[in-house]
């Protein structure tokens, strides 16, 4: 029997509620995982568009609803404090003309750990409207260690024993509002995959929410709504180092919103006018300082 409007509404809510509220070699253990290897300087453009099945999924859990149209990339290197760390920088371009400018900081020790964050938005008069930086390393106010932000997931992955289909978890740090959802990260399998930049043979990762975790002793809801949670698909490059070739996947429930993909459009190294992106929206390294690693970290 169909579910009345009503009904069908509620558990559309319900599930929003949910999605809210809520080194180099040698094994990685649970929540672990080992840096990549990944050039100096590299960068990659990408397309991002939406893939709807029925005209109904519109929906999203990002209000007021401005897609994301391109992505572009640069992933460099710096020393401080005794340590080197990777900066992987994303800039998004929104529909509405708005601009994404994000940098997570990445400590190049075993094991792997996300140690900072920094988004600044730009809006269409040119005018930075939002800037923050969060730290994650600071002793008095601790996070998990196998913390990472959403889009920051494939430079996580990139680490991954692809060939023994390795499994693990990782957890998705929202914002400091909301206690970070743990999920599943499971190699898959071989796929080939044609984006514009070309045909790749890569490796399928699937990153799923642990409702279990996530829920605990309200899990007996999630078993209820499980239909309407959506996994995410990363595709990767079988040849080192592991581009991330694409991604699709749901911000808000199954059958209610659009699938968002993002396809590899080119590959390629850092230029003075990248050199410059990363100085005008991205902390310089200079001006973040972190706590000494943990004594089980290995550079």
């Known amino acids: 029997m169909r579910p009345g409007a009503g009904r069908l509404r509620a558990k559309r809510w319900a599930v929003a509620g949910l999605f809210l509220g809520g080194l180099w070699s040698g094994p ?17 453009e990408y397309r991002v568009y939406e893939r709807a099945e029925n005209e109904n999924q519109s929906e999203s859990f990002v209000a007021p609803r401005e897609e994301v149209q391109e992505v572009h990339q640069i992933i460099t290197t710096f020393a401080g404090d005794g340590q080197e760390y990777y ?3 994303r800039a998004e371009r929104l529909s509405g003309g708005h601009l994404n400018y994000y940098t ?17 938005v730009e809006s269409t008069t040119g005018r930075i409207v939002h800037d923050e930086i969060t730290y994650f390393d600071d002793p008095g106010r601790p996070f998990s260690e196998d913390l990472n932000h ?5 430079m996580t992955i990139r680490g991954m024993d692809f060939p023994a289909h390795e499994k693990n978890d990782l957890k998705i740090w929202f ?20 984006v514009p930049a070309g045909t790749f043979s890569c490796w399928r990762v699937e990153v799923t929410p ?21 996994s995410y698909g990363y595709w990767f490059s079988q040849e080192a180092p592991h581009l991330l070739v694409k991604f699709e996947g749901r911000f808000g429930p199954v059958g209610f919103s659009p699938v968002q993909v993002q396809e590899l459009v080119s590959v390629g190294a850092a230029t003075e006018a990248d050199r410059e992106l990363l100085r005008r929206y991205s902390p310089a390294p200079e001006d973040l300082h972190f706590y000494p690693a943990p004594k089980n970290s290995t550079p």
Do not use: N
């Not at 990685?28 to 990659?44: D, L, S, V, Y």
């Not at 975790?213 to 209820?224: G, S």
């Open 175 to 194: 914002s400091s509002h909301f206690t970070p959802w743990k999920m599943d990260v499971t190699v898959k399998g071989k796929d080939r995959v044609t």
């Open 210 to 230: 642990d409702l279990k975790a996530i829920m605990q002793r309200w899990y007996w809801i999630a078993r209820i709504l499980k239909a309407w949670i959506p």
């Open 28 to 44: 990685a253990r649970a929540g672990e995982f080992r840096p990549p290897k990944i050039p100096e300087g590299e960068t990659c």
């Open 150 to 154: 959403f889009y920051s997931i494939p």
């Open 104 to 120: 997570y900081i990445f400590r190049i020790s075993q094991p792997f750990r996300f140690v900072a964050f920094s988004k600044k």
């Open 87 to 89: 900066r992987f920088f």
